[in-house]
T-cell receptor, first 112, second 116 residues
Framework: QKEVEQNSGPLSVPEGAIASLNCTYS??????FFWYRQYSGKSPELIMS????GDKEDGRFTAQLNKASQYVSLLIRDSQPSDSATYLC????????????FGPGTSLSVIP | EAGVVQSPRYKIIEKKQPVAFWCNPI?????LYWYLQNLGQGPELLIR????????DSQLPKDRFSAERLKGVDSTLKIQPAELGDSAVYLC??????????????FGPGTRLTVT
């Protein structure tokens, strides 16, 4: 089992819809979870971090964490064409709290 | 505030040639990372520095890759000799220690290496 897994996509949603991106991880002791956005040809950009179970909202973005299910998700409300990018989930390892493993990313396409 | 700076942005070399990448982290960030990213995959850690000390280099192919971070600021990653399979984007990131939580990492623009 890979340490961090994501649906590879591509995920296509119409403009204005809610995009839901999912991530599962294998290390039950993980404590820190991040979502990065990466536009084609660009470097990853941090958009959300979450450390506790539940929801964390920042503008149109909501991160959801369920440690019991080892699941973290990112919801993008009112999706815009500018949200079209690859979204990377990153999770730290229990064995080294500061070591973060990135998932393969999910490609999102928002259709006008 | 200036972000992470990397150079060069692009590099094309022939196999067996040496190549070096440079990174200047965000001012004040004590931790510096070098990642490799292949197309369609997430970044994979090569080496992590805390100040001048390499605290995690388990994924660095030490037969051909080397890195240094003199004075705990700038860093250089070198490949010698380069192989065709080294073609990828090399990303540098930096972060500030956040204590009990993993740090938020900020990435530079990357160096796209093509080995022919």
């Amino acid at each position: 089992q890979k340490e961090v897994e994501q649906n590879s996509g591509p995920l296509s949603v119409p403009e204005g819809a809610i995009a839901s991106l999912n991530c599962t991880y294998s290390d039950r002791g993980s404590q820190s979870f991040f979502w990065y956005r990466q536009y084609s040809g660009k470097s990853p950009e941090l958009i959300m971090s979450i450390y506790s179970n539940g929801d964390k909202e920042d503008g149109r973005f909501t991160a959801q964490l369920n440690k019991a299910s080892q699941y973290v998700s990112l919801l993008i409300r009112d999706s815009q064409p500018s949200d079209s990018a690859t979204y990377l989930c990153a999770v730290n390892l229990k064995t080294s709290y500061d070591k973060v493993i990135f998932g393969p990313g999910t490609s999102l396409s928002v259709i006008p | 505030e200036a972000g992470v700076v990397q150079s060069p942005r692009y590099k094309i070399i022939e196999k067996k040639q040496p190549v070096a990448f440079w990174c200047n982290p965000i001012s004040g960030h004590n931790t510096l990372y070098w990642y490799l990213q292949n197309l369609g995959q997430g970044p994979e850690l090569l080496i992590r520095y805390e100040n001048e000390e390499a605290v995690d280099d388990s994924q660095l192919p030490k037969d051909r890759f080397s890195a240094e971070r003199l004075k705990g600021v700038d860093s250089t990653l070198k490949i010698q000799p380069a192989e065709l399979g080294d073609s990828a984007v090399y990303l540098c990131a930096s972060s500030l220690d956040m204590g009990q939580h993993a740090a938020k990492q900020y990435f530079g623009p990357g160096t796209r290496l093509t080995v022919t």
